[in-house]
């Protein structure tokens, strides 16, 4: 793995960029200006950029929180989320697991992500016992633990409901705090025994629309860049793309990360190890 604590170092190696979100360019409320001031440089030497979230929201609304946040369009060809490729799949139904869901869906999630409603052919119901299947987008409050939820899971393995797990990460962090996601849920329904469908990192299919936007860029020339070793960098690895990996992101407090500065070896070897996981470089931050 080759460490440096400059973007600029592994630039002349790609031609094309997939770019994940939170934690990487911007932590929920603010946009890092060094990951903005990366993403120009890299723009202006021709770069194709594909940004791709874990988000579980519609792709048209993660780019306008994003651009919101001062992350603007000309910086990237391709904004692509978890939740858009569920919302897909659960819209047309090609799939024959989706085509045996049935019509009556329980949403768990907040009312922030009810966008992953709109336009669909589903009844909505309050509880579980209503449903055919369950929607999972997530926690409704940030101090929410799994417990909180208990009673839906049991409610909906009780009724041996599917699971639409829009989001597989386990946790976020929100301006310098940890919340749980969609997929700590998920985690724990499949635990109960429970039936999951995953869309989103590390899922190899949500990397093929992001190498069709990449302009014809051969896949030797693409490097996914993350901050997460179990979607980020274990997805590159399941799409067969080099991997980048952000430190100061998700496992920042894990390395015990200091002023942008790279963690001793030992301490990157046993985060690694852990996860599985070797990216092909790492960086403290996403900085020129």
């Not at 060809?77 to 024959?96: F, I, M, N, T, Y």
């Not at 179990?230 to 100061?248: M, N, P």
């Not at 070797?278 to 020129?288: E, H, S």
Request: contains cysteine; negative net charge.
């Amino acid at each position: 793995m080759k460490l440096t604590t400059s973007f600029a170092d592994l630039a002349p190696d790609y031609d094309g960029l997939i770019v994940d979100l939170w934690g990487v360019l911007h932590d929920g409320v603010t946009a890092f200006p060094h990951a903005v001031d990366c993403l120009s440089r890299l723009r202006k030497d021709g770069k194709a950029i594909a940004i791709l979230s874990n988000a579980p929201r519609r792709a048209s609304e993660v780019e306008a929180k994003m651009n919101e946040l001062g992350i603007a369009p000309g910086l990237y060809d391709l904004v692509l989320s978890s939740g858009e490729v569920a919302w897909r799949h659960l819209k047309h139904r090609q799939d024959p697991w989706y085509a045996a869901l049935g019509n009556r869906c329980f949403h768990l999630g907040p009312d922030r992500d009810r966008g992953m409603r709109a336009g669909l052919d589903y009844i909505f119901v309050e509880t579980p016992g209503e449903a055919d299947f369950l929607l999972n987008t997530g926690a409704h409050m940030a101090e929410d633990t799994v417990e909180t939820y208990a009673h839906e899971l049991e409610a909906g393995r009780a009724n041996s409901l599917p699971m639409v797990c829009a989001n597989p990460d386990l946790v976020v962090v929100r301006g310098g705090k940890r919340e749980i996601c969609a997929g700590r849920l998920a985690q724990r329904y499949e635990e109960m025994g429970g039936e999951v469908r995953y869309h989103g990192k590390p899922h190899p299919d949500v990397y093929d629309e992001c190498l069709s936007a990449l302009n014809g860029v051969a896949r030797d020339r693409i490097a996914a860049v993350g901050d997460s070793l179990r979607t980020d960098i274990a997805g590159a690895a399941a799409a067969g793309l080099d991997s980048i990996w952000v430190l100061g992101g998700i496992h920042a407090q894990e390395l015990r990360l200091t002023d942008g500065a790279l963690p001793p070896a030992e301490t990157l070897d046993a985060c690694m190890d852990i996860a599985g996981q070797t990216p092909t470089a790492a960086l403290p931050l996403f900085k020129w």
